[in-house]
């Protein structure tokens, strides 16, 4: 069985002749290697009969070992059991705390913006969503405010000190996007646009990669490798909704899923209601579940108006509603023994107050 | 729009002349009008050109009105907007409490089913379940102990003081078997069995009727109305996950159905996350985000030996399992603001300590 | 691997006392054996290890030898690789022809039931088919005329000699039922009710088991496993649509498992796209399409005034769109290498055109 | 409702000034006019109150006109009544012919690519398909020989004389791979990647639009619109299978889709059997089943060497059962009173029997 894997971790304090040596002896034995730097490891790659040898005692154990197949390979849950977390400005998502990102699905204008961003700030979110390039079902939409939106978000950040983490849709904008943000967001419908996942894994910028409405568990774990491949570990993968025969909500929301990837893969775990389920009521609800399911990171969709909203607003939450979800998510992460992520500072509430009188 | 439904819920303390009344209003009006006994109330469904008009004030007033269409009525929760709370012997469901039954996928002998029984009684429990009909995708797989499955049952609850729930298949069992189960199982093959539902209906005991993995939130309430419409309201709704294309769990469990619920049907609901998942370790995940999402009861595998089951024994708990799992539950249910539902009787578990020596 | 499972066909002509020396031969090695009469021959299903080992060359050979697993046995097309034919009074299925058993929905009313009935047999239909109970998904709609409904099938059958085809919901139903009908049809929403399909299978009547539209090709082959167990092999499968994320169409036509279940199974194949796609545009391709796929009989919605169906009025195909269709299905079945199986009595449009100068 | 949209179609012969005079209309009732050229027309979309007025009668008569909604627009049937013929190379699908491309899954070398090539050409096929850029699941599979491909597949039509079709991943490969290919493939993963299909779009070349694997009917009429909004018609519909629960099938070939397809959009359909079904054998009777479902072109993997292929193989014909599939395809055909389109050259079947002596 030739196409066994065996994954070895090392920590990139072991000497370069480890390293070395590790590869001549699978080399001695027809085994083909290759070697990621991923976390401030070695990751070493080795495909062929050498992974079913015994390894040799004589040369510098790796921190961990893993089998491996199918191409799920670097973002093993084995490879680091502790978990990666991954840093988006100055958000922490998979260190233990419950990080919540939210805003407007679409950045649409200077005051929409501003207000959704203060009010979001000022309920606890330690992160701000907001799409600049929108991809739409059909070109007749709202295609959003492009580059100008960027600017905005870039404002947004500016007033309320939240990182802003947007969606990329065209490998040519990595770069120039690049400069801006603090995360990226690959959205469903390009889970499996590889040449925009290789140029994000290439930026080596923090990434939120979300599951393709179609796609399976096992397809979100392999389409994330195009990632991790280009040594880029500060990805999170984002359950929002899978398509069934079920209409009653816009997607099924898999729960199931998040508790499995928690348990297959090191990366962190965020979900997102809004998207999944297109019924504001129901978001509080399965806010808390996610959570109780595992979930690391909640994406929310807020709007001041949502019924004046260019895009899905019928599933945005009001301000109002975002600050009783996130009192309410308060309690539910104390009841799973986790709490919620701090505001990046401490005297962050009293600034707002003062600079937002106006914000619900 | 003469296919417009109209809803009117009175107390059964109203004078009939009352109810009376109310069908002469709407027979002067061409409209035709049905009267169901539920929940110690009177409903009229008035169908016809006079729901439209200004409701008489010279009538006695209604406790609540709704409207309706599609085929969904009786299970409406504007009808008792505080919720139905059904009681399966000594387990009430859908009182507020978070109730928990749980036992073998099926009986098999009386070691296999007294030593679950009382484990899952010492842990918490507050009713039973265990297959003697069991409705298997191939004829050659055991079917169950049938009618000897049932007196092990009922040995079962003798011992531990719980209620057992138990799944009838057949519209020609339900008489017997009523005189011995404490509630009604309709399994996922059968949401659609309408004759089947007709009978449990009219039989009057409490039932518990699963989704069927096939069917949407829509179908299971309206598969409802077969039983409400007997005017047995002691039903609780059931989700056990759906087919969908992922393939990574038996099924997926849909927790967005289980918040739907709770907004538009006063039937308690119940999740059973063992049968939908098929992977042990993720059952204590969902399970804590069932009842985040809104869940008033559950329904789990345990197994004293999972691999020696004759019938999915692969996603039953150990007792140990269960016991971690209650306790978690016990925490998350403080962080929604709910309890578990309290044991049967307060000396239980000293009870049990006693009889049970030898149980996990 | 004491599970692998080793199929014998016997001719039934074989002397007794060659099945008794098979049945001692596998005793001997410890291996169970239970025999059906099927398809009239005997079939021997050998469970344990003497499957593994070489056959006696003393004993009589079994006409046909096959593996099996998974509880898929008697229907497997290795045990009659030349298919099984279906009769159901004077139609038959599954002898290369094409069979068109075609009629209402449901059965309304004498006149309804009487011009549909006239009209399909004009056309060319070798069976008629038409609803008296109706599984309906709430209690609140036309639930068939019931036992009144079989007396006009009778009826419908008596004028145009054509054979009738209806759906049993009930196990309670089967002995009084198969006094009149033809033929039992077992309904979507039945598939997995385990009693019915044993009632039915002892019941000796020819049956079409139609799939249930949340269940997999490999489910429909082991529920067909219910009816042959009883010993009856005189069973017609029905590919009716599933259910997925596409709501163009009601349901989703996979003809995929038309193709398939031809290769896997010897029990005949039929289709029912009326209740598949619900508008009678599709209706017509996508009959020629289950034909060119592989499909054996068709069972095509009919009603002379749709508009005033009572169930499912929508999808119906008017007498002349009928026409047409069995016209363009002629020539498909040509393209084939098939035909139309013939109306039952050469003189048959004679006497029709005589008996109903209304008919379209 | 202002947001009813009103297409009129225009002979490209007419006079600019009454295209003017039907925007000053439209102007002057405060509605919005866009204007596209498509397949030698010009269309005119109109949105506000004025598309609910009466048209004037002194203006140019359009050839058409027609309501739209949803973003579906350009691609609507009643625009073009007699359908949308695209020209690939020498290849034209959606003139009433089959076309019938075929080729490898992946060009893997030299030899596996001329001698496909050679084998479908001499069999019927019209155009050659075989993939350079291979977007698959995991970044450690053959990711395609890429532009060293392009080069095979020029080479392979040099010899051949067929059009080849490829598929395109990269918004930054349209210009050059435009260079070299006949017509875009746009793969599955692709569907909702809209910077690629707006690249295609304005590229002008002619174009294979795959349906997403999870996406509808509605979304893939409204991801074309991508295409025509750049004034490309020439683009062809793909149906090849969706997600489902039912896993005997690698997807779910939804053939109701193209019968759909056919009636609500002036654009040709094809059908890809090959990636859907995952199973040889089927691949035959789904491929007539397509034909007889309406579908104009189908695209066929074939190698050489099945068991041997880098990519896919398992699914792929041999040379030999493609030609029984043509010979086959060939009598459906009549039987749908169409026919397989003839070869591009009367005397190639000589040329490549002196050529190719050496291919099944």
Not at 16 to 25: D, K
Not at 239 to 261: C, K, M, Q, Y
Not at 262 to 286: F, N, Q
Not at 323 to 343: I, K, Q
């Amino acid at each position: 069985m030739t196409d066994a894997e065996l994954l070895l971790v090392f920590d990139s304090t072991i000497d370069p002749s480890g390293i070395e040596g590790w590869a001549q002896h699978f080399d001695s034995t027809g085994t083909t290697v290759t070697t990621y730097r991923l976390g401030g490891a070695d990751v070493m790659v080795a495909q062929g009969p050498g992974t079913l040898l015994p390894l040799p005692a004589d040369l510098p154990r790796p921190r961990q070992t893993a089998r491996a197949s199918g191409g799920f390979r670097l973002g093993r849950r084995e490879l680091f059991p502790s978990g990666t977390a991954v840093t988006i400005g100055s958000a922490v998502v998979g260190d233990g705390d419950i990080a919540v990102f939210a805003g407007p699905c679409a950045v649409e204008n200077p005051g929409q913006m501003m207000s959704t961003a203060r009010a979001v700030a000022r309920h606890g979110a330690v992160g701000l969503r907001g799409g600049a390039f929108k991809p739409r079902t059909t070109p007749y939409s709202f295609q959003g405010l492009k580059w100008a939106g960027l600017d905005l978000l870039a404002q947004a950040r500016e007033e309320t000190g939240l990182p802003i983490l947007t969606e990329v849709v065209d490998p040519r904008h990595v770069d120039r996007m690049a400069e801006v943000v603090d995360g990226f967001q690959i959205g469903t419908r390009n889970m499996q646009n590889f040449e925009l996942l290789t140029e994000v894994g290439r930026s080596g910028m923090p990434a939120v990669l979300k599951r393709g409405f179609g796609c399976t568990v096992d397809e979100l774990l392999t389409a994330a490798e195009y990632i991790l491949a280009e040594g880029n570990d500060q990805l999170v993968l984002c359950e929002r909704g899978i398509r069934t025969f079920e209409g009653a909500t816009r997607f099924t929301l898999d729960l199931s899923a998040v508790a499995l990837l928690k348990r297959r893969t090191h990366l962190p775990v965020m979900v997102d209601p809004s998207h999944s389920l297109g019924i504001p009521e129901l978001i509080e609800p399965l806010t808390l579940a996610a959570v109780a399911a595992g979930a690391d990171a909640l994406l929310i969709d807020v709007h001041v108006q949502p019924e004046q909203a260019l895009c899905d607003g019928k599933q945005a939450l009001l301000p109002e509603d975002f600050a009783r979800l996130m009192s309410r998510l308060e309690m539910l992460s104390l009841g799973v023994g986790r709490r919620l992520a701090p505001a990046p500072a401490a005297d962050y509430s009293e600034i707002h107050d003062a600079l937002t009188p106006d914000v619900v």
